[in-house]
């Protein structure tokens, strides 16, 4: 077990490294940074004043070194389009994309496998056809027109939801929410449904597909030939085979939604860290890519080592601490 | 001499029509459909200069008395009727979707070519030559495929604007965005390729021609290519779909094409501004387009898919 | 003679395919007393399998039994309500299946999967039936039991699993035990234990046991009597001795042939010559005739119905026919 943890947990450090080398890369030679922090009317030996103080002058290696001590403690630079700190900036916006994400999410987990299990178990029935062609044009639906379709018709024709921002937000310590206000709650509708749709019906075909296969499984007949109820059957012995795979699928589909918040934040202008950073690529805002690069790749990381370990909790033939095959 | 004369060969198109694959899609209605809808869409948009009743780019045929003019409705000043209505500018609705599905088109195809050339040549290699390099490409796809690749072409995007001067990012966006949505989707194409030449390379006939000296660039090209255009096409099928509505999302998240030069998704993002003021065909008949497109092209795919079965992961 | 347990009269299983409907069963009849020991032999695609799963009502879809009844202590129930079907699954009819390392539930305990199986069959509590379910695992043999029970069904080997198969298809007391091919999954030195311990443990509770196998090495061992399955037919039933030393079709004594003994040579083993044919392919009359050593014109063209010989033997052969003291 902790050989295990320990062994992902070197892999990770050596993925953050890789990508903040690119980050770095990124923030060293993409434009020069002194011009873009100084005005025009900046003397060379201005500039060379500012070279020496950012450790510009220093060698490469040097540079990277100093880099990662600078993002360990939460430094990313300035940016250059808002001159305020990288992190900072990020920070303010995180609460938003965070809780889209997350409301996104647990509602495309919980339909998903709720409509994959009733559709295998349900498999010829009209319903279930219908949910599956219904799932089938959902797969090829851009996520962005997706966000446009709904704009127009619960926004613009039936006036039932508003089409932009986040409502009514309370400020908790550093945590902007919009769980706590009616207008905040009804401001996340859409955009949640926009981004989850694409991971529900991912999710809800991934489900069936397993669930067949586990009911087609030796133990599933031998539960039955045992006179178990259906109910123990289907949401005790199968639904719990069928959601290991699911769970690794799923995990990293966790990081696509953070991926798909960029295109649905730009189409409600949700003010979250996805809209902030296409705003950074439109600019070439380079401190504020490298640090949302830093970001990504921290949270895909994160969701790797958790879906590990969790995979690793539900199926006890990975526990190998026990002894395989004791006689 | 050969004694084969050209007319016992079944004639080539009659072949084409008796083999199994269209066979397959003469009685698939979904395929029809979508086979139609497709070419109907790609020929619209090669012919685009020639059918579309107006050219939307050139400012001497626009007058901007015609704008804003409703489908199928004669406009209130001229008097001029449009099939899907005009936009702000008085531009023709039927023609600019011409003209930007050609745009969409025309990125899709170049996407998916630069994807399949790189995939196929980095599969074939690493198949071929095993070892380091053979691990490094195979590490680098495993890493890039828990990447969404929506997200990849949006930071190569990014990170090519960094270093193009900005007097020619205009002009360079359309290569810069083939290059990084073809950079984000070359993953499928090298593993098909790879485990096919895994298969293959050690086949007698392979290790005969080998044997025989020829060259190893002959023997992949030769030998081990047509083994794979089965599921190359399968995923290239895909891949157009994939690629036309990344393009299109760039497009509308305003990182992709410039204005002067719309594609679909370029056309959407104008639409939508004009979404709440009541026009709403501006945005309407463009998202249509490409959704009849990506759907088709998608479907077309699953055919291909099933059809050929090749084995897909 | 009292009441058979079980009863099968005319079985007929069909399979609907795009190409017509199969019969895997056809008109099987046979009974099994309390507390017997049936042997059911054939070879694969004989309809062996498919006989034990339509007596538990389990047939895989498409099939469906298209004729005859299944009784158990003469209540038919082959074409009850499911519910009331599952009440009989595992409490009155227990089945061992072929492969122990896919017939439990990877991600369960052997405890969990053990205590549940009789709680939904048995009114007792959690602990009654944990304390149950680790006398069973002791009966079936697992050493340790109470320290084992807690483990998951990959810490144990193919032998022990399919100990632990048994304790969970009898859990219930059921009164009939259908064992599907226990040990063709297993290690040839752990086969005979496993005959014995399901053997033993059924006669400790006069369960009666149908022994589904293509071993005719442990039907001679382990069964009273035994059916001969050909095609979706019956061509034989009898006492286990009477028909290894005397069969009286053709088929079986081609296949008691095939039983090599120590006094036997390889070379001198009877072969029937051909293969059975498949289910879409069944010939007219007696399916056995196209490689029946004693075909008579009238096998091809009429099918021979099960005849009683007497001493509790059947045989469905028209070489019986003359002397044949009628029909059953």
Known sequence: MTAFILRRLVQSVLVMLVVALISFALFRFVGDPVASLMGQEATAADRDALRARLGLDQPFWMQFIDYIGRVLRGDFGISYRLQQPVAELILQRLPATLELALVSGIAAFVLGVALGVYTALNRRGWLSNAIMTVSLIGVSLPTFLIGVLLIWVFAVELQWLPSFGRGEVVQIGGWRTGFLTESGRVALILPAITLGLYQLTLIMRLVRAEMLEVLRTDYIKFARARGLSNRAIHFGHALKNTLVPVITITGLQLGSIIAFAIITETVFQWPGVGAFFINAVRFVDVPVMAAYLMLIALIFVVINLIVDLLYYVVDPRLRVDRGAARH | ?313 | MSEPLLSVRDLVVEFPTRRGTLRALDRVSFDIAEGEVLGMVGESGAGKSITGSAIIGLIDRPGRIAGGEIRLRGERIDNIPEDRMRSIRGRRIGMVFQDPLTSLNPLYTVAEQLIETIRTHLGLSEREARERAVALLDQVGIPAARRRIDDYPHHFSGGMRQRVVIALALAAEPELVIADEPTTALDVSVQAQIIDVLRDICADRGAAVMLITHDMGVIAETADRVAVLYAGRVAEIGPVRDVIQAAEHPYTAGLMGSIPTLTQTAERLTQIPGAMPRLDAIPQGCAFNPRCPQVMPRCRTERPDLLARGQGRQVACWLHAREGVGDV
């Open chain 2, 1 to 313: 001499m050969s004694d084969f004369t050209p007319e016992d060969r079944p004639n080539a198109l009659r072949r084409a029509w008796d083999s199994d694959l269209a066979y397959s899609f003469r009685t698939s209605p979904v395929a029809l459909v979508s086979g139609v809808v497709a070419t109907l869409i790609i020929l619209g948009a090669v012919l685009a200069p020639l059918i579309a009743p107006h050219n939307p780019f050139d400012p001497a045929t626009l007058n901007l008395m015609d704008g804003f003019t409703p489908p199928m409705e004669p406009n209130a000043f001229t008097g001029n009727v449009y099939w899907l209505g005009t936009d702000n500018q008085g531009r023709d609705v039927f023609s600019t979707i011409l003209y930007g599905a050609r745009t969409s088109l025309f990125v899709g195809f170049a996407a998916v070519l630069f994807a399949m050339t790189l995939g196929i040549t980095l599969g074939l290699i690493a198949g071929f030559r095993g070892g380091w390099l053979d691990g490094l490409l195979m590490r680098v796809a495993d890493v890039q495929l828990t990447f969404p690749s929506i997200l990849l072409a949006l930071l190569i995007f990014g990170v090519a604007r960094g270093f193009i001067p900005a007097a020619y990012r205009e002009a360079m966006a359309i290569w810069v965005l083939i290059v990084a949505i073809g950079l984000s989707d070359w993953v499928q194409y090298a593993r098909v390729v790879r485990g096919a030449t895994m298969v293959e390379k050690n086949k007698e006939y392979v290790q005969a021609a080998r044997v025989i000296g020829a060259h190893p660039v002959k023997i992949l090209v030769r030998h081990i290519l047509p083994n794979v255009m089965g599921p190359v096409l399968v995923i290239a099928t895909i891949g157009l779909a994939l690629a036309i509505i990344a393009e299109a999302t760039l497009s509308f998240l305003g990182v992709g094409l410039p204005p002067t030069q719309p594609s679909l998704g370029t056309l959407i993002r104008i639409g939508q501004g004009f979404l709440f003021s009541g026009e709403w065909w501006i945005l309407a008949f463009p998202s249509a387009a490409l959704l009849a497109l990506a759907l088709s092209v998608n479907l077309l795919g699953d055919w291909l898919r099933d059809a050929l079965n090749p084995r897909l992961r």
